[in-house]
C-alpha cells in the first residue's frame, strides 16, 4: 500500500513504542502483529491523500429528456477526525441538475465521495469542498450536499454522548434561492447507527 517499504517499517517501530508508552508488552502475542496492522489500517483510511482523484465516465441521456434533478442518498464514507484520528462514520446525499444531456455513471458520485473522505477530516470543511468540487466533476448547473455523521471523538472521549452527531449541508454557486428551500427542506440523510433508523 505504500511505496517506501524502509519508512513503513520504521512507522512500525514507533507504533510498538506507543504501546509500551501506552503500558502494554508489543512483543506479547495479541500484539505482535498490531503495529503492521495498525499501519495498514491508517493507509487505508487515509488513502484519498496519494490516489488521484476517480476518473468520471459520463453517459448520454436518450431522446429528449431532461433530468431536472439528480439525488443520490446514503452514500455511506469512513474518515478520520483531525483533530484525534478517531473514526468518522456518516452518509452524505447528493443532489444535482446536470447542464447537459449527459450523466455520469451513479457510482462515480459514491466513489468520489469516498475518495474524498479517505483523509483526516473537518466535516465543515468536507461538506463545502464536496459541494464545490462536484459541480465541476458532475459538470452540473448547480450541486447540493447534506452529510450526516457520527464522530468517534465525541462517543467515546471528552463530552462521551453516543447519540450526538453532525448535520452539515453545503451549496455551489447556480442554485436559486427558491431551490435552496426546496432542497433543505426535502433533503435527508440517514445517522448510519444501527439503533438510529429515523431520518433527520
Same mark, same amino acid.
Request: glycine fraction near 4%; proline fraction near 6%; charge should be neutral.
Given at each position: %500500500? ?6 513503513? #517499517? ?17 512483543? +506479547?502475542?495479541? !500484539? ?5 496492522? @495498525? ?5 487505508? !483510511?487515509? +488513502? ?9 465516465? @459520463? &453517459?448520454? %441521456?436518450?431522446?429528449?429528456? $431532461? ?15 483531525? *483533530?484525534?484520528? !478517531? ?11 446536470? /447542464? ?5 455513471? !451513479?457510482?462515480?458520485?459514491?466513489? $468520489? ?8 477530516? /473537518?466535516?465543515?470543511? &468536507? ?16 450541486? $447540493?450536499?447534506? =452529510?450526516?455523521?457520527? *464522530? %468517534? ?10 447519540? #450526538? $452527531? %453532525? ?13 435552496? +428551500? ?5 433533503? *435527508?440523510?440517514? =445517522? ?9
Amino acid at each position: %500500500m505504500h511505496s517506501d517499504h524502509d519508512e513503513l #517499517m520504521e512507522m512500525e517501530k514507533y507504533v510498538s513504542r506507543l504501546i509500551e508508552f501506552l503500558g502494554d508488552d508489543p512483543n +506479547r502475542p495479541g !500484539l505482535r502483529e498490531t503495529p503492521r496492522r @495498525f499501519m495498514n489500517a491508517l493507509l487505508e !483510511l487515509t +488513502r484519498g491523500l496519494r490516489e488521484p482523484p476517480p476518473k468520471v465516465k @459520463f &453517459f448520454p %441521456m436518450e431522446g429528449n429528456e $431532461y433530468v431536472v434533478r439528480i439525488s443520490i442518498n446514503d452514500i455511506r464514507f469512513i474518515s478520520l477526525c483531525e *483533530h484525534h484520528m !478517531l473514526p468518522v462514520i456518516g452518509t452524505v446525499t447528493v443532489v444535482y441538475e446536470p /447542464l447537459n444531456s449527459e450523466v455520469p455513471g !451513479l457510482s462515480k458520485v459514491a466513489r $468520489y465521495v469516498k475518495w474524498l473522505a479517505a483523509r483526516p477530516m /473537518l466535516q465543515e470543511r &468536507f461538506t463545502a469542498r464536496l459541494a464545490n468540487e462536484l459541480k465541476e466533476v458532475l459538470h452540473a448547473r448547480y450541486v $447540493y450536499v447534506k =452529510v450526516c455523521a457520527l *464522530h %468517534m471523538c465525541a462517543m467515546i472521549r471528552g463530552v462521551k454522548d453516543e447519540d #450526538m $452527531y %453532525m448535520v452539515t449541508e453545503a451549496w455551489s454557486d447556480g442554485i436559486s434561492n427558491e431551490e435552496l +428551500r426546496d432542497l433543505r427542506n426535502s433533503t *435527508h440523510c440517514r =445517522v448510519p447507527r444501527i439503533v438510529l433508523t429515523k431520518e433527520y
